[in-house]
Every structure is written in structure tokens, then in C-alpha cells.
């Protein structure tokens, strides 16, 4: 028997699909863990610079600041594990990505796998995902430095140290340190346990592997790993081709905008698009009245730190504005002019942006083919 809908009942009409570029959740801002965070942002970029080693400084407070969006992820109920997970994979990932930015086939792989593992997280664990774009992201950056092996330990120690920071400032500032020591006692003992339990399986689940590989074959998920790794691939390529050192925000870009729907991709890269040209706007208008000294640098870019950290969950296009100001004022104190870095990033923004929607305008002519007709 057919239901009547009520004629009297209000009626909900769906939010436009580009709402979140000017729908601002106020309700979001905070300003508690946004100031620790940006302390241990600053503690490392004004330590680093009063001992003389502002490139040090700045390595270092980039680690802070990722590892400080750590705190608003979860992984087994816990805000620090995510942040001791990230620690690990972008060190690791870092590491990789110095020693692969000498060969442009190397980065390739290494960004296209990086890229396929990131696309398997986002459809099985939030917390993990974050985890492994963080990676992603920091294998872009450091194939923009290639060294050798001991440069590659140096850089990968530094952002090992700034997220230690940020951890120890967190669980101060939080009074989460009885959760800290919980939490880093719980890893090595989930794996002993694991190992103990599984053991005399080892061999069984290896032979297994191939037969646990189909749970990836679901269609949404599968498709959107494929679209991320292409994305990537072509992004990084265009990357390396360019030939410019700030050309990794190209690829960068592509990975974070990327989504499994076209629209949210769309609306994604509208956003990342539009608050980098707003912070660059900022970011050349302030640079042209502050004097350049390191100090100064380092000042006005723990002020963006704290921006970035406060609206991450207010408006996507908002907090690009931040991060781009944050971004711009951070590589200045390596002496890269402030409007070159803003500029660069920019373009390179809007390119990396372009090139995430153009390979998924396939999902856009399938979400067309199977929208239901409407009646005439």
C-alpha cells in the first residue's frame, strides 16, 4: 500500500553542493588547543632561530604543526595515537621521499604507492587516513630536497623532534600525560600480543593474502584508490617536469582535494583554490610593511599556525587562507622571498586543483547516466 507524504510537514530542501564555500561553522572555533598548538609551533621556530639554525626551525615547526591535527583524530578512542602514528609514517615517508627526489621514475612510484595506500585508509579508518595523507603529503615536500642518506636522517629527525614537541605541549596543555604514557605503553604491547596470537597463523595468512586482497575490489572503493593513484601519477609528473622546487604543491594539491565524489572534489578544490589566492593577497600585502628579520617571521607565522589550528573545522576555503599565510611567512625565514613563495604556491595550488577535477569528471558523466529521469 502506497504512504501519502503529509502535505503539512515542512519540507527539507538539501544544501547546495558547493554550500561549504560559504557555510562557516563558528560553532566549531575554539581557542584552547589552537594556542597549545601554536606553542609548540613557536617553541621550535624561535628556539631553532636564537641558536642560529632557522632551516632547522623551520623543518621542525612544520613537523608541530601537522602532528598538532593529530589531536582532532581518533584512533581506539585516543587523540595521541594518531599523533604517535603520524610521527612514525612521515618520518618514514620523508626519509623516502629525500632519497627518491633524485629520479624522477623513483618519486613516481613512491608517490603513486604512498597515494594507493592513503585511497585503502580513507575507505576503512578515519584516523588512519589522516595518518596516511600526512605521509603522502610528507613525501611530496622532501622529494623537493633531495640529499643524500645523512641530510635525509637530519630532516626526517627534525620533523620527528617538532612532533615530539607538539605531543609533549598536547598532553601538557591537556593534562593528557597519564593517557601519553598509557598510550605509548599500549603499542608495543598490542604487538607482542599480536605476535603471540598469531604466530603459529603466520604462514596460513600469508597463503590467505591473495584471497584477502577481493575485500578491495568493492567498486567506490577500488575506483577511488585507481582515480588517487592516476591523480598523483599525473600530478608528480607535471611536477617533475616543471622542474621548480615549490612544484610538489602540484601534486600536494591533487592528493587533498581528491575526494571519492566528484562534488566534494569540486567543492574541495573551489575552496583550497580560493583560500590560497586570499592568503597570497594577505600574505603580499603584510610582507610589503613588516620588515624581514627572522624573529618577525617567526612571529607572524605562529599567528597563522594559531589561524590555521582554530579554523580547521570552521571553512575549508578559510583555513587554506591560514595555512597559505602560515606556509608563506614559514619559508621566508629559509630567505625565499614571501611574494615568489606566494605566488608559487598559488598557481601551483590552481594547477594541482584543475588536474584532480579533470580526472574525475569520469564520475561526473556516471553520476549523470545514473540520475533518475524527471517526469515532464
Not at 191 to 199: A, D, K, P, S, T
Not at 359 to 366: F, Q, T
Request: charged share 10%; aromatic share 8%.
Amino acid at each position: 500500500m502506497a504512504t501519502q507524504s503529509n502535505p503539512l510537514a515542512p519540507s527539507i530542501t538539501p544544501p547546495h553542493f558547493l554550500a561549504d564555500l560559504y557555510t562557516f561553522k563558528w560553532s566549531e572555533f575554539s581557542l584552547r588547543l589552537p594556542l597549545v598548538s601554536a606553542s609548540a609551533v613557536a617553541l621550535c621556530l624561535f628556539t631553532g632561530i636564537l641558536l642560529g639554525h632557522p632551516g632547522g626551525a623551520l623543518v621542525a615547526g612544520g613537523g608541530a604543526l601537522t602532528i598538532g591535527f593529530g589531536a582532532n583524530q581518533r584512533i581506539a578512542d585516543s587523540r595521541l595515537l594518531p599523533m604517535i602514528a603520524a610521527i612514525f609514517a612521515m618520518s618514514t615517508a620523508t626519509l623516502v621521499g629525500t632519497l627518491a627526489g633524485h629520479s624522477g621514475y623513483a618519486l613516481l612510484l613512491a608517490a603513486a604507492l604512498s597515494a594507493f595506500i592513503y585511497g585503502v585508509l580513507t575507505a576503512r579508518h578515519a584516523g588512519l587516513s589522516w595518518v596516511g595523507q600526512q605521509a603522502s603529503v610528507a613525501l611530496l615536500v622532501a622529494s623537493a630536497f633531495p640529499t643524500g642518506p645523512l641530510l635525509a636522517f637530519t630532516r626526517a629527525g627534525l620533523i620527528v623532534l617538532g612532533g615530539v614537541v607538539q605531543i609533549l605541549i598536547t598532553s601538557l596543555g591537556l593534562s593528557l600525560m597519564p593517557d601519553l604514557r598509557k598510550d605509548l605503553l599500549r603499542i608495543p604491547t598490542s604487538l607482542y600480543q599480536g605476535v603471540q596470537q598469531q604466530h603459529h597463523e603466520l604462514l596460513d595468512r600469508l597463503r590467505e593474502l591473495p584471497q584477502s586482497l577481493p575485500a578491495l575490489s568493492h567498486s567506490a572503493t577500488l575506483g577511488y584508490c585507481l582515480r588517487l593513484v592516476i591523480t598523483i601519477s599525473v600530478a608528480t609528473e607535471v611536477y617533475h617536469r616543471i622542474g621548480i622546487q615549490s612544484g610538489y604543491w602540484i601534486p600536494m594539491t591533487a592528493l587533498l582535494v581528491q575526494k571519492p565524489a566528484f562534488f566534494e572534489t569540486l567543492t574541495r578544490a573551489s575552496a583550497r583554490i580560493l583560500g590560497t589566492l586570499l592568503g597570497a593577497w594577505l600574505c603580499s600585502l603584510l610582507i610589503a610593511h613588516l620588515t624581514p628579520q627572522p624573529l618577525v617571521l617567526a612571529a607572524c607565522t605562529t599567528l597563522f599556525a594559531f589561524a590555521s589550528f582554530a579554523t580547521n573545522s570552521v571553512n575549508y576555503g578559510l583555513f587554506t587562507a591560514c595555512l597559505t599565510s602560515y606556509i608563506v611567512f614559514l619559508l621566508s625565514l629559509n630567505q625565499i622571498p614571501g611574494p615568489v613563495i606566494a605566488h608559487r604556491r598559488a598557481w601551483c595550488t590552481i594547477l594541482g586543483g584543475l588536474i584532480a577535477l579533470v580526472i574525475h569528471l569520469d564520475a561526473l558523466r556516471r553520476h549523470r547516466s545514473t540520475a533518475p529521469n524527471t517526469p515532464k
